[in-house]
Structures are given as structure tokens and as C-alpha cells.
């Protein structure tokens, strides 16, 4: 058969496809072929650190065996052929999806205490009210005036200022949150914050980019600091020497990049710039 380029969405189950370095897995797989594989499961299992898979069979749970690669995970380092088992929804990042746009929005502390508070002043309004409204009538009052009792005894035990006072508070809370720059989008989050013993956290493209980046060359028997901003203009090499050069030539030849023909040329901002003249950029 002949290797075809075609979008992830037409890929069905029993398709066979190739995955290479930087290449993204378009459904769940079973590898058959692996040449130093490994894939990035951090959009899973939040774990940054690369894992290989072969071919072999390695544990009964489809997560922690090593012959599958799941859908949405990287490949990081090597090539890898296998057979489509999984597409869509019935991935494992399809079910993961499914779950969690399933999932109910539950009370927080504060929302159940304030409805427990209301259900206790409710009652004893309307406790009070029915009395006063009895005691009225054996007293001799008017209907109206009894009338008039009750809805003021109910009326009067309404706690008007109870949402006023607890959002303030709130408020007043976030505000010392943001001054330790901690930006709260969501208010009852600052009370159900006060009651958390324990914070999980994945720091994984939120605080880091989860992608290695080389910061130090060593060549001409000195290490040398690369720079990893992200326009890479603030280091300047010696370009010229021949311990650069060697560094260059090694690091062309051991790139797993592809030529394909009718792609020499690329234009950015209207400016038409040749492949092999772009400058080499650290």
C-alpha cells in the first residue's frame, strides 16, 4: 500500500497510521511498530514526563499498558505504527469528555447554610404569624386586622439584609485575595476556600508550557547559554567557528524534519523568504 495524508476525522476504526516526533495521535491505537515511541500523556493522566510504548502487551487496565497510545497525546521522541481500535466519542479522551460535561453542579457549604437558615426563619415567621392572626380573633379584632398581623409578623421576620451582608463579605474576602495576587472569578469559590484542607493542582500549562527547551550548549569545550525567550534575539553566537558549525551540522543531521517539494518558499507578513536562507536561530 502507499502512505496517505488525510484528516484526523476521516480516520476510522482498523485504519493503519504512522506517528513520528511532534506528530499528535488522531484516535486510540494499538502500536504495532515502534521505533523508540514515546508519547506525552500529560492531557490524560497530567504526568509531563514522556512514556514509551511498544508493542507488547504489558497490563490487563487499557490505561497502564505500554501497546497503546491513546488520542490527543503527543508523540515526543521516536516513530510508532499501529491499528486504529478507537474514534470519537469512544476514545478515551472522548470518554473523559462525555464525564465531565456530565457532571452536576453541586451547593457549596455556604448555599446549603443559608437554605438551612431560611427553611429555620421561614417557619418560625409563619409560626408567629398564625398565632398572632389566632390570638387576634379570640381577642376580638376585626378579620382585616388579623389579616394584617399576619402578613406583618411574616413580612417583618424576612431577613432583607442576608444576601447584602454575605456578599459583602465575600467581596471583602476576594479583595484580600487579589492584594496576594489571587484573581477569584467566582464568589462562593472564596468560601468553599476556607473550608479546602487539601488543593490538587497540575501545574502542567498553566505555570509551565510542558515542552522541553534547550537552555545550555556545550561546545568548543564551554557551555554556552541558549536562549529560550520566545523571539530568541537576545543570545548572539560566533557563527562562523568551526565548533558552531559541527554543532549545527549534527544537530541538521539529527532532525527527523521532512522536505516535501513545492513548500521550498513560505510567505510571512508579505514577505517572500527562501527555506535554506532563513537564519538559524538558536
Given amino acids: 500500500g502507499q502512505k496517505h495524508t488525510i484528516p484526523a476525522e476521516e480516520v476510522v476504526v482498523g485504519d493503519i497510521v504512522d506517528v513520528k516526533g511532534g506528530d499528535r495521535v488522531p484516535a486510540d491505537v494499538r502500536v ?11 492531557s490524560l493522566t497530567g504526568e509531563s514526563e514522556a512514556q514509551a510504548r ?45 464525564l465531565a460535561s456530565g457532571l452536576e453542579m453541586g451547593e457549596t457549604p455556604i448555599a446549603r447554610e443559608i437554605e438551612h437558615f431560611i427553611h429555620i426563619i421561614t417557619g418560625v415567621a409563619v409560626f408567629l404569624g398564625v398565632s398572632f392572626f389566632i390570638i387576634a380573633f ?5 378579620w382585616l386586622d ?5 402578613i406583618g409578623i411574616i413580612v417583618a421576620n424576612v431577613p432583607e439584609g ?23 472569578k467566582n464568589l462562593e469559590a472564596v468560601e468553599t476556600l476556607g473550608s479546602t484542607s487539601t ?36 543570545a548572539q553566537y560566533d557563527k562562523t567557528s568551526e565548533e558552531w558549525k559541527a ?25 517572500i523568504v527562501p527555506v535554506m536562507l532563513r537564519n538559524q536561530l538558536s
Avoid at 516513530?79 to 469512544?90: A, F, I, K, P, W
Avoid at 379570640?138 to 376585626?142: D, M, T, V
Avoid at 388579623?146 to 399576619?150: C, H, T
Fill in 199 to 234: 488543593i490538587c493542582s497540575d501545574k502542567t500549562g498553566t505555570l509551565t508550557q510542558n515542552r522541553m527547551t534547550v537552555a545550555h550548549m556545550w561546545f568548543n569545550n564551554t557551555i554556552i547559554e541558549a536562549d529560550t525567550t520566545e523571539d530568541q534575539r537576545g
Fill in 247 to 271: 554543532l549545527a551540522r549534527c544537530c541538521s543531521l539529527c532532525s527527523r524534519a521532512e522536505f516535501k517539494a513545492g513548500q521550498e518558499i513560505f510567505q510571512f507578513s508579505n514577505v
Fill in 54 to 98: 511498544t508493542p507488547e502487551f504489558s497490563h490487563e487496565n487499557p490505561l497502564e499498558t505500554k501497546n497503546l497510545a491513546f488520542f490527543s497525546t503527543n508523540c515526543v521522541e521516536g516513530t510508532g505504527t499501529g491499528v486504529v481500535v478507537n474514534t470519537g466519542d469512544r476514545t478515551v479522551m472522548g470518554r473523559i469528555a462525555n
Fill in 162 to 184: 442576608l444576601l447584602a451582608t454575605v456578599t459583602v463579605c465575600l467581596t471583602l474576602t476576594a479583595k484580600r485575595m487579589a492584594a496576594k495576587n489571587c484573581l477569584v
Fill in 32 to 42: 504495532i511498530v515502534a521505533q523508540n515511541f514515546k508519547v506525552d500523556n500529560s
Fill in 138 to 142: 379570640i381577642l376580638g379584632y376585626n
Fill in 146 to 150: 388579623a389579616v394584617i398581623f399576619l
